[in-house]
Nanobody, 117 residues
Framework: QVQLKESGGGLVQPGGSLRLSCAAS????????MGWYRQAPAKERELVAT??????????NYADSVKGRFTISRDNAERMVYLQMNSLKPEDTAVYYC????????WGQGTPVTVSS
C-alpha cells in the first residue's frame, strides 16, 4: 500500500516562492509517474507537473500555466518528489495534491497554497 504525504504549503506574496515536498511510503518504482495536481476553489482538479525517472534521465512534464516557473524533481532513493514554485501568482492559489500511479492512482491529503498580498 502506497501512502503519500505533502508538506510545504502556506501563504506567500505574489512573486514569491514555495517548495512543496511529498514523501512516499510503500512500494514505489521510478518507472511510474509521480507528480502534482492542484484544485482551486470551485474548479476541477488540474494537472500541474509529472515526472518519470529513467535509468539516466528524468522526464518532467508541466501544465502550460506553470512552465518556466515551476520545477518538479524526484529523489527515488528517498521516495520523495518536490515542486519548486517560483514567481507565484494569485491564480496559483489552490490545494496541491501529490500523486503516484502504477495502474492504481494514489493521492496525498493535499497541502494548501495561498498567493496573496
Amino acid at each position: 500500500q502506497v501512502q503519500l504525504k505533502e508538506s510545504g504549503g502556506g501563504l506567500v506574496q505574489p512573486g514569491g516562492s514555495l517548495r512543496l515536498s511529498c514523501a512516499a511510503s510503500g512500494s514505489i518504482s521510478s518507472i511510474y509517474p509521480m507528480g502534482w495536481y492542484r484544485q482551486a476553489p470551485a474548479k476541477e482538479r488540474e494537472l500541474v507537473a509529472t515526472i518519470i525517472s529513467g535509468l539516466t534521465t528524468a522526464s518532467p512534464n508541466y501544465a502550460d500555466s506553470v512552465k518556466g516557473r515551476f520545477t518538479i524533481s524526484r529523489d527515488n532513493a528517498e521516495r520523495m518528489v518536490y515542486l519548486q514554485m517560483n514567481s507565484l501568482k494569485p491564480e496559483d492559489t489552490a490545494v496541491y495534491y501529490c500523486f503516484y500511479r502504477d495502474g492504481v492512482a494514489y493521492w496525498g491529503q493535499g497541502t494548501p497554497v495561498t498567493v496573496s498580498s
